[in-house]
T-cell receptor, first 112, second 111 residues
């Protein structure tokens, strides 16, 4: 069985500050890991994905995530938050490509 | 590129009514799926399909039916709507283990 845990349902950061959104996964086989972003009243958009190549993955809009097998983590970071980063972020895992399991999401607020 | 198209965008049903949520993709993706999104619960998989004629259940399949007669279309049927099915529904498609492409969702209210 696979699952994803996102610590912190709400995260607030000041504009220009570091963004850190946490994701831990459980999987009995090497996983594919993803981060998605959802803006209000929209579908989910892919930020980045890990597919067993480099452990540090760079995505769109300045986001990146590091796969740490020993910690079963795939935390999302951005060095400097922008007002436009305010959204909901979801971590997801799949090992087969048939079933994707999502975390419960983290709502990011950026304070001007 | 149209991507994944869902219709309708909004729907209000009365308890016991039936309806079909439509999903179509134009990317020739083998894999299609339906999720429901509820506050504090993330996205939960309802049903998925790995190709025409093949469907399987996800985490929360009860009360929903699907079929996949073509590669492009994957409709979700609610046979007898219940208030517990009030949710936002997303259709998504992908090619093998590549990332999911999502539609813009259908907001369903069951009274």
């Amino acid at each position: 069985a696979q699952s994803v845990t996102q610590l912190g349902s709400h995260v607030s950061v000041s504009e220009g500050a570091l963004v850190l959104l946490r994701c831990n996964y459980s999987s009995s086989v090497p996983p594919y890991l993803f981060w998605y972003v959802q803006y209000p009243n929209q579908g989910l958009q892919l930020l980045l994905k890990y597919t067993s190549a480099a452990t540090l993955v760079k995505g769109i809009n300045g986001f990146e995530a590091e796969f740490k097998k020993s910690e079963t983590s795939f935390h999302l970071t951005k060095p400097s938050a922008h007002m436009s980063d305010a959204a909901e972020y979801f971590c997801a895992v799949t090992s087969t490509g048939n079933q994707f399991y999502f975390g419960t999401g983290t709502s990011l607020t950026v304070i001007p | 590129n149209a991507g994944v198209t869902q219709t309708p965008k909004f729907q209000v049903l009365k308890t016991g009514q039936s309806m079909t949520l439509q999903c179509a993709q134009d990317m020739n993706h083998e894999y299609m799926s339906w999720y429901r999104q509820d506050p504090g619960m993330g996205l939960r998989l309802i049903h998925y399909s790995v190709g025409a004629g093949i469907t399987d259940q996800g985490e929360v399949p009860n009360g929903y039916n699907v079929s996949r007669s073509t590669t492009e279309d994957f409709p979700l049927r609610l046979l007898s709507a219940a208030p517990s099915q009030t949710s936002v529904y997303f259709c998504a498609s992908s090619f093998r283990s590549e990332s999911l492409h999502f539609g813009n969702g259908t907001r369903l209210t069951v009274t």
